[in-house]
């Protein structure tokens, strides 16, 4: 059974490789159909961007479609950068660049106050465009320098305060166990086995 992956991040495409691979699935990315156009993330909300992304791949494709939408909520910026999180310093899609502009936006906010939330929601369409949805959060705060050298976007900044280390300080295994993705993909994946498998 193969889905496609809306994505062209690689290492999103390797930690869902790593958390459904006890199922008979395959997953491809959009790498793979270079010809399909660029869906835009317009919605409002994390499950608009997801549901749409899903649906788009699962019509353009023809196949089984998982996409995500997951983004970073601090609670000191109402909620920001929120659905914005991939392109909160410009269209670039710069996590660098995302990362300083969140620490000059928190310059001034005191350590209590730097709660934080990483959220995943996770879309699964077929190809006539019906689509179910599942959530994963992972609460945490924001730490005043970048630490560590694994993950992506902004793992380095994201204390989880439980084990006191950054995303990017966690090994692949340690993250893929509590990770906002993890939560999502568990739920998704029930949705998978009775759906495609």
Not at 57 to 82: N, Q
Not at 95 to 116: G, I, M, P, Y
Not at 142 to 147: G, K, N, S, T
Request: glycine share 6%.
């Amino acid at each position: 059974m193969k889905i496609v992956v809306a994505t062209q991040n690689l290492g999103k495409l390797k930690e869902l490789q790593t958390l459904l691979n006890e199922l008979p699935v395959e997953l491809v990315t959009l790498a793979d159909y270079p010809d399909m156009p660029e869906v835009m993330e317009d919605g409002k909300t994390f499950e608009a961007n997801a549901s749409k992304k899903a649906i788009k791949t699962a019509r353009w494709t023809k196949c089984w479609a998982l996409a995500d939408d997951s983004g970073l909520c601090v609670e000191a910026l109402e909620g920001e950068p929120g659905v914005h999180s991939a392109r909160y310093a410009g269209e670039a899609k710069d996590s660098a660049a995302n990362c300083r502009k969140l620490l000059q936006a928190l310059n001034h906010v005191s350590d209590e106050q730097r709660t934080a939330y990483f959220i995943c929601v996770m879309a699964l369409a077929n190809p006539q465009g019906e689509v179910e949805t599942a959530t994963g959060k992972c609460e945490g705060k924001i730490a005043r320098d970048c630490r560590g050298e694994g993950g992506f976007g902004y793992d380095p900044l994201f204390i989880y305060e439980a084990l006191d280390k950054t995303f990017a300080q966690l090994s692949a295994e340690e993250k893929n166990k509590i990770s906002h993705r993890f939560k999502a993909v568990e739920k998704i994946k029930q949705v998978i086995k009775n759906k495609c498998v």
